[in-house]
């Protein structure tokens, strides 16, 4: 089936260091692909999406592409800040059935230190 | 403001209890979820919704039951056959279209112990 795997955390790393998380995926279709970010005691907040391959999706300086050939999409930043610390999940919408259910890697725990 | 409101933010639960998370949504969404997070597993679909009246088992449903009478409302109950209950509980929304979730909103959560 489909299924989503992300790097282990925590990842610590110092302000405006730059940012990898990776994220590979197992899929049948064309699936779309999310980042989501969940910060402490908080519910998920999309973060960027990409729908097809090729396709970047960015926001608030993050970006990852949609690599059909590695199926992979990894989280990029230039430059963190402490306020980015949070968990990310990567994610990828089961397309076509079961109601459109998002099927989630295992969260990477990201920690920016001053 | 629109969005999702989940409550309580903390619950506890007796042995053979029945406990029941609220969910709440005011955006007008037909799909809805329920999501189990546990540390270091991500996050697992316990049921979901597409439309009132209407739901279906995620990948972990044993030991959990849902309704949705309202659109906007989709209450989820842990029962006492739920062993290990244990976990915070995200509510999720969505506006699907033609089948395809673009997005899900999530709620703050719901932070369940066992006493």
């Known amino acids: 089936g489909n299924s989503v795997t992300q790097m282990e955390g925590p990842v610590t790393l110092s302000e405006e260091a730059f940012l990898t998380i990776n994220c590979t995926y197992t899929?049948?279709?064309?699936?779309?692909l999310f980042w989501y970010v969940q910060y402490p005691g908080e519910g998920l907040q999309l973060l960027l999406k990409a729908t097809k391959a090729d396709d970047k999706g960015s926001n608030k300086g993050f970006e990852a592409t949609y690599r059909k050939e590695t199926t992979s999409f990894h989280l990029e930043k230039g430059s963190v800040q402490v306020s980015d610390s949070a968990v990310y999940f990567c994610?990828?919408?089961?397309?076509?059935?079961?109601?459109?259910?998002?099927?989630f890697g295992q969260g990477t725990e990201l920690s920016v230190k001053p | 403001d629109g969005g999702i409101t989940q409550s309580p933010k903390y619950l506890f639960r007796k042995e053979g209890q029945n406990v029941t998370l609220s969910c709440e949504q005011n955006l007008n969404h037909d799909a809805m979820y329920w999501y189990r997070q546990d540390p270091g597993q991500g996050l697992r679909l316990i049921y979901y919704?597409?439309?009132?009246?209407?739901?279906q088992k995620g990948d972990i449903a044993e030991g959990y039951s849902v309704s949705r009478e309202k659109k906007e409302s989709f209450p989820l109950t842990v029962t006492s056959a739920q062993k290990n209950p244990t976990a915070f509980y995200l509510c999720a929304s969505s506006p699907l279209r033609q089948g395809i979730n673009e997005k899900l909103f999530f709620g703050s959560g719901t932070q369940l112990s066992v006493l």
């Open positions: 994610a990828l919408s089961d397309r076509g059935n079961q109601g459109g259910k998002l099927i």
């Open positions: 919704s597409q439309i009132v009246n209407d739901f």
């Open positions: 899929a049948t279709g064309y699936p779309s």
